[in-house]
């Protein structure tokens, strides 16, 4: 069974600061990784994704991989209370036709005013 | 204006009564996906379909149909035989369903079983 941990978490951090996410997954051929970013009552809403080592940068997101050590996560600079949600990651397996997503739990953030 | 769209928002459903969901979608996008999510869980896949008149089970099928007659819409059933089908569903789709595709939600439909 393919699993995806977010095990840290809930994270507090005070408006400005760098909130750090992360997550482990099992499946060492996964190849594709993906953040949701989901508020309260709502659906998830894709803001990053990597496929390849080292770091993605979007706005105030970057998105980290290190394939060997099976990890990737998810830096927030500059968090804004807005940024105040449930943060899932999400991992694909190279299946080629039939790559499914496998989700963690997420991780509830909360940004301080 | 493109996007994904599901009703109802809000579902209510008597003990052994069946129930559809309606998924929708513009995006000319050929998979789409099932998902389910109970409070606290992340999302577990029901049902998925790469093209038209084509699906594979996921890993909760059990108690749930779908069909996909039409590449813009994927319903799903609900049937009496889901035992505990109180949740938040949610329909995905991506351009096609290899690896590096990236999924899109529609805003959910939430089911209550009274």
């Known amino acids: 069974q393919k699993e995806v941990e977010q095990n840290s978490g809930p994270l507090s951090v005070p408006e400005g600061a760098i909130a750090s996410l992360n997550c482990t997954y099992s499946?060492?051929?996964?190849?594709?990784f993906f953040w949701y970013r989901q508020y309260s009552g709502k659906s998830p809403e894709l803001i990053m994704s990597i496929y390849s080592n080292g770091d993605k940068e979007d706005g105030r997101f970057t998105a980290q991989l290190n394939k060997a050590s099976q990890y990737v996560s998810l830096l927030i600079r500059d968090s804004q209370p807005s940024d105040s949600a449930t943060y899932l990651c999400?991992?694909?397996?190279?299946?080629?036709?039939?790559?499914?997503?496998?989700f963690g739990k997420g991780i509830t953030l909360s940004v301080r005013p | 204006d493109g996007g994904i769209t599901q009703s109802p928002k809000y579902l209510f459903r008597k003990e052994g009564q069946n129930v559809t969901l309606s998924c929708e979608q513009n995006l000319n996008h050929d998979a789409m996906y099932w998902y389910r999510q109970d409070p606290g869980q992340g999302l577990r896949l029901i049902y998925y379909?790469?093209?038209?008149?084509?699906?594979q089970k996921g890993d909760i099928a059990e108690g749930y149909s779908v069909s996909r007659e039409k590449k813009e819409s994927f319903p799903l059933t609900v049937t009496s035989a889901q035992k505990n089908p109180t949740a938040f569903y949610l329909c995905a789709s991506s351009l096609s369903s290899g690896s590096y595709n990236e999924q899109f939600f529609g805003p959910g439909t939430r089911l209550t079983v009274l």
């Open positions: 379909s790469q093209i038209v008149n084509d699906f």
């Open positions: 999400a991992v694909i397996e190279p299946a080629g036709a039939n790559s499914k997503l496998t």
């Open positions: 499946d060492r051929v996964s190849q594709s």
